[in-house]
Nanobody
Framework: VQLQASGGGSVQAGGSLRLSCTTS????????MGWFRQAPGKDREFVSA??????????RYSDSVQGRFTISRDNAKRTVYLQMNSLKPEDTAVYYC??????????????????WGQGTLVTVSS
């Protein structure tokens, strides 16, 4: 599975961006998808995840983005999106799209994701 992320850029605080991640392969609907980020000088952290289609699980968010970010998926386009609103300077980071075969739980643990995109930079200025 190859992941291609796009949509990063520079925005002022309070603004919005939408990240997209398009995948290869025909079994997209069977994968859990997610986003992690890494800010300069900091550890990589979980942002959001959405389970494979049909799993019945609700999307997950880190506390720091809950209520501001929304994850969604379009199985026909094999794409996962991260809509980011009310951006803050502390959201500045490289954002990575991730994927894994459906797994129960541990959505926040980076080691459970087998596939990683190349990252897209989001810069939020104050």
């Amino acid at each position: 599975v190859q992941l291609q992320a796009s949509g990063g850029g520079s925005v002022q605080a309070g603004g919005s961006l939408r990240l997209s991640c398009t995948t290869s392969g025909s079994t997209f609907r069977n994968y859990d998808m997610g986003w992690f980020r890494q800010a300069p000088g900091k550890d990589r952290e979980f942002v959001s995840a959405i389970s494979s289609s049909g799993s019945g699980s609700s999307p997950r968010y880190s506390d720091s983005v809950q209520g501001r970010f929304t994850i969604s998926r379009d199985n026909a386009k094999r794409t996962v999106y991260l809509q980011m609103n009310s951006l803050k300077p502390e959201d500045t980071a490289v954002y990575y799209c991730v994927a894994r075969s459906h797994t129960a739980g541990y959505y926040f643990r980076s080691s459970t994701y087998s596939y990683w995109g190349q990252g897209t930079l989001v810069t939020v200025s104050s």
